[in-house]
Antibody, heavy 117, light 108 residues
Framework: QMQLQESGPGLVKPSETLSLTCSVSGGSISSYHWSWVRKPAGRGLEWVGNLYYSGSTHYNPSLKSRVTISRDTSKNRLSLILTSVTAADTAVYYC???????????WGQGTLVSVSS | SYVLTQPPSLSVAPGETARIPCGENNIGSKSVQWYQQKPGQAPVLVIYSDSDRPSGIPGRFSGSNSGNTATLTITGVEAGDEADYYCQVWDTGSDRVVFGGGTKVTVL
């Protein structure tokens, strides 16, 4: 059973950079496709982007200029970097495995990131 | 852009059937997934590829997809089914994953 655990600072100042990590156990990060999904309070789910097992990435066009998703295979973890954050980026951020036409299967429990001065 | 339309809320009595629609033009040509999310918890995949159930999901959950509407059906609703439900597709036109706005299901 694969387990995912997000971590990162709970508070980021406007215009600064958000950096999150997703630690994976029970499976090799190189063998799956991965995604970040976020949920602002009181709103629905929003896809942030994908990292495919080939190493290629695909981002939400609305965030593309600010997002980078990468992996560290030696530590079996996934990373998310979001630059120039605003209050609109305040959300619970989830990492998840992605199965293309079959959706998102394993999810982490999520980590809340607030953007405030 | 591709927008998946769901009713914001739905109320159903225990034991009855809840049908949650997800609408968009020609959604029947796409593969639809459904997620259940309870407060403070991560989403759980309950239906994939329109009508397939992942291991561990009760048979009370079923899905269909045709024309302009995909539907998640919960038969014999239980109190534990109270949650937000989201539909999801990959939109080739905008080249992105799209989620519906979510439907809050309340069990009376």
């Amino acid at each position: 059973q694969m387990q995912l655990q997000e971590s990162g600072p709970g508070l980021v100042k406007p215009s600064e950079t958000l950096s999150l990590t997703c630690s994976v156990s029970g499976g090799s990060i190189s063998s799956y496709h991965w995604s970040w999904v976020r949920k602002p309070a009181g709103r629905g789910l929003e896809w942030v982007g994908n990292l495919y097992y080939s190493g290629s990435t695909h981002y939400n066009p609305s965030l593309k200029s600010r997002v980078t998703i990468s992996r560290d295979t030696s530590k079996n973890r996934l990373s998310l970097i979001l630059t120039s954050v605003t209050a609109a980026d305040t959300a619970v951020y989830y990492c998840a495995t992605y199965y293309g036409g079959s959706g998102f299967d394993y999810w982490g429990q999520g980590t809340l990131v607030s953007v405030s001065s | 852009s591709y927008v998946l339309t769901q009713p914001p809320s739905l109320s159903v009595a225990p034991g009855e059937t809840a049908r949650i629609p997800c609408g968009e033009n020609n959604i029947g040509s796409k593969s639809v997934q459904w997620y259940q999310q309870k407060p403070g918890q991560a989403p759980v995949l309950v239906i994939y590829s329109d009508s397939d159930r992942p291991s561990g999901i009760p048979g009370r959950f079923s899905g269909s997809n045709s024309g302009n509407t995909a539907t998640l059906t919960i038969t014999g609703v239980e109190a534990g089914d109270e949650a937000d439900y989201y539909c999801q597709v990959w939109d080739t036109g905008s080249d992105r994953v799209v989620f519906g706005g979510g439907t809050k299901v309340t069990v009376l």
